[in-house]
């Protein structure tokens, strides 16, 4: 049984190798038969058929064979390919006839007219400007399937990430086509919600005041920073890093940004981890320089930091930017400065030495700019402190990027350096790309001093592409009707010099409070620049326009002489105009020294002012008013925060210090107040007369509220105030004699804070008990209304 299925499986082999034979034969025998005929054929003609636009030479030119050739099915297959890479054909098709070749093409469509339907949130424009295809092109489906991805990348941008995008052809005479993008824009797709991991030196609401995206809100349809954007993230993601390392944490990282899309699309979850590690200090400071005929000594002055000092990484390329500059000044073109850092894990102190040597002696050939339709080149070039023919130096040329950077002008800004036309020059080319400087915001609101409060302003950053600052501003309440106009130039003559002037009117019905309706009209030139790298300073010229009218039958007779008439006016009738010029000079000094410039948890805030009247002008007085700030960390979430205030006003010649001039205080000094609540007071009408001193003085403890997210921005606080008001004019006092109501006496008010970081800006409600007043005082002990941080 065995030996039979052995035989029978040979015998199956054998059948089956002679079936395969003989059809391997068969095939060889007709491939044999047919390739010489085909190898044979010689090509004698070339006919194009089909063509309309396309001339046949040029046909022909794309073939990979011409007469002559032997027919050959591998040319014909690349120069069908070649025919179709030229994009002119919709289909191509070459056979033969005899020793004849005909090539039959179909051409493809030339474009009419493209446009747009259904796109409201993205002008015809833009799109026009992305999409490749324009009238008298080419239309191939290829093309056309890349434009629809460009439209698609705008919107995405834009934050509408469920934008859908269909093309449709209109097929017209003598093979033209319209092309139509039929676009369904969807909704926007904005950021819902922006969330911290591992933060503890900083709370989430201040991270998100640092970083440049913003959550979804009320009003943040007239901005898109609340829109989904990956660049910005990036961006974010720098700047949460910078602003760790200038605050004492060298070691900070963000090691993640991740966006998160909910499930119904609408909005995004925004994420970012950070690392904080450990908050350090600056240690000991050296310069050691190794160049020949310089004193290393002399440069202590251009130092920015300082042992003992919060470590700070941006005073720290600040401060090698300013040795840089002061060693070439001194000789040195192409010295360079290197910062080495020594950490001390235990003392968390990091020790800096700053190595000046000798660099490569480079010299910039040119730069080069581009990509700045709007912002003109000089506005660009005086960020660089270096032109061509100077000796380049790669420091220098950084921290020019990330001034251009910082302007806020550009969304991207890439400085790459290239050979120039010998070994010892390069190039820089700067390209960057511009994005939108103009805002328009509007608020409104409720405060219990002035009803109901609402403002619009419309500002531009990047005045006609000349890097100015133009603002204009109107708002109002109830009691209150303003508008002012204000223009500045950051770079006054090129230098580090901010002018500008403000222009504004404004009228405020004080008839509740003293009796009277004021309007003031006038402006102001200024002048600011930097002492030191936290230390400002501003002088300014103000001409102003003031004037009291409105007053009421039963007023003050103080308010009633000041406007003109004499002590014995009875009525509004025979008020004169109340009408004065002031011509004065003031100077400011502020040093500022908080760890966050909005909501601060850690340093100080001093500032200084003083106004001189009298030149020319009908008032002459000397004024000074002083404020300081501080805010220090109880707890990881609580800060206790203090302040102090005071002015004084005193009139020179032989004038005194006018109604309008003087200080006029209430709640938004001591909490507990009405406004114009404490001070001298006419004793018979209660109308608030002003003082020529006050000082004041706050404690405040800030606080999360427990069990709320801190998402929703609500925050908690509990206030003492303390502060007076005093020292009415001669001119008042002689007037009124026993009638007015003035002394020094101490006010003061406990009380509990509401504090919430509104889409609209802060808010704030005050709950306060006085403790210490005056009979003739108006008090106020609920306060409600925009909240400006101290």
Not at 79 to 91: M, V
Not at 241 to 247: A, C, T, V
Not at 453 to 470: A, P, T
Not at 670 to 692: E, H, I, M, Q, W
Request: charged share 25%; hydrophobic share 40%.
């Amino acid at each position: 049984m065995s030996q039979y299925r052995i035989m029978s499986l040979g015998a199956l082999r054998v059948a089956l190798s002679l079936f395969l034979t003989a059809f391997v034969v068969i095939s060889v025998d007709a491939v044999g038969f047919s390739t010489p005929a085909h190898a044979q054929v010689v090509v004698s003609e070339i006919q194009v058929i089909g063509n309309r636009r396309v001339e046949p030479e040029t046909v022909r030119s794309y073939l990979k064979f011409t007469t002559g050739d032997v027919y050959d099915a591998g040319r014909v297959d690349q120069s069908l390919r070649a025919l179709f890479a030229t994009g002119l054909f919709a289909d191509v098709e070459i056979f033969r006839d005899g020793n004849v070749v005909r090539v039959r093409v179909e051409e493809n469509p030339v474009i009419n007219q493209v446009a747009f339907e259904g796109n409201s949130e993205v002008d015809t424009n833009t799109l026009q400007a992305e999409v490749q295809l324009k009238p008298r092109s080419i239309y191939t489906r290829a093309r056309v399937q890349a434009d629809v991805q460009r439209i698609l990348d705008v919107y995405s941008r834009q934050g509408r990430y469920a934008a859908n995008v269909e093309p449709k052809i209109i097929e017209l005479e003598q093979n033209r086509v319209n092309l139509v993008f039929e676009i369904m824009e969807g909704s926007a797709t904005k950021v819902k919600s922006i969330n911290f991991i591992g933060n503890r030196a900083f709370s989430d609401a201040q991270l998100r005041d640092i970083i440049s995206t913003t959550q979804a809100g009320w009003f943040d349809f007239l901005s898109g920073t609340s829109i989904y954007d990956p660049d910005r993230m990036n961006l974010d993601r720098e700047l949460l890093r910078q602003y760790y390392l200038k605050n004492g944490y060298a070691d900070a990282r963000v090691t993640s940004a991740n966006a998160e899309l909910d499930r119904d699309g609408s909005g995004f979850f925004l994420t970012f981890t950070v690392e904080e590690g450990e908050l350090y200090h600056f240690g000991n400071i050296v310069i050691d320089s190794s160049l020949t005929g310089l004193d290393a000594a002399s440069l202590s002055g251009d130092l920015l930091t300082y042992s003992g000092d919060v470590y700070n990484g941006s005073l720290l390329d600040k401060t090698v930017e300013r040795l840089t500059l002061a060693v070439a000044e001194r000789g040195f073109a192409f010295a360079r400065v290197r910062p080495r850092a020594t950490p001390d894990m235990y003392a968390r102190t990091i020790a800096i030495n700053y190595v000046i040597d000798e660099g490569p002696r480079v010299y910039i050939e040119r730069i080069n700019i581009s990509g700045n339709e709007r912002t003109k080149d000089h506005v660009i070039r005086r960020e660089f402190r270096l032109a061509e023919g100077d000796a380049f130096n790669p420091l220098m040329v950084d921290r020019a990027e990330k001034r251009l950077k910082a302007l806020g002008f550009f969304k991207a800004v890439d400085v790459k350096r290239r050979p120039g036309s010998a070994p010892d020059r390069v190039v820089l080319d700067v390209q960057v790309t511009e994005q939108s400087t103009g805002e328009l915001s509007f608020g409104a609101g409720y405060s219990t001093a002035e009803g109901v409060i609402g403002d619009v302003s419309i500002s531009e950053r990047n005045l006609l592409g000349n890097g100015q600052y133009i603002r204009l501003r109107v708002g109002g309440s109830i009691e209150r009707a303003q508008v002012d106009l204000s223009f500045t130039e950051p770079r006054f003559l090129d230098r580090n010099l901010s002018a500008g002037f403000d222009l504004y009117h404004k009228e405020l019905d004080q008839r509740d409070q003293s009796g009277f309706r004021s309007r003031k009209s006038g402006g102001q030139l200024r002048l600011g620049f930097p002492l030191s790298e936290d230390l400002w300073m501003q002088t300014s010229y103000s001409l102003s326009r003031d004037q009291i009218f409105d007053v009421e039958d039963d007023a003050s007779l103080a308010i009633k002489d000041a406007c003109g008439d004499t002590v014995l006016a009875t009525n509004r009738a025979n008020c004169g105009d109340g009408t004065y010029w002031t011509s004065s000079a003031g100077t400011m000094i502020t040093y500022d020294k908080r760890n966050h410039p909005t909501n601060p948890t850690s340093g100080y805030y001093l500032q200084g002012t003083a106004d001189f009247a009298g030149l020319g002008g009908d008032a002459e007085y000397v004024r000074v008013q002083a404020e300081a700030r501080g805010y220090y960390p109880v707890t990881e979430n609580i800060t206790f925060v203090s302040r102090v205030v005071g002015g004084h006003i005193e009139g020179w010649g032989d004038e005194d210090v006018r109604v309008l001039d003087q200080f006029f205080r209430g709640g938004e000094t001591v909490r507990g107040f009405d406004r114009s609540g404490f001070g001298p007071r006419d004793a018979r009408t209660g109308d608030a007369l002003g003082g020529k001193t006050y000082w004041a003085a706050t404690a405040e403890l800030r606080f999360p509220i427990p069990f709320v997210p801190e998402e929703l921005g609500l925050g908690g606080a509990v206030f003492a105030d303390a502060g007076s008001l005093f020292n009415a004019s001669q001119h008042v006092k002689d007037i009124l004699g026993n009638n007015l109501e003035d002394d020094a006496s101490v006010r003061a008010s406990v009380g509990a804070s509401l504090l919430w970081n509104s889409p609209v800006g802060p808010l704030r409600v005050d709950f306060s008990k006085v403790l210490a007043s005056e009979e003739y005082d108006d008090e106020q002990w609920f306060r409600f209304g925009a909240s400006s941080k101290f």
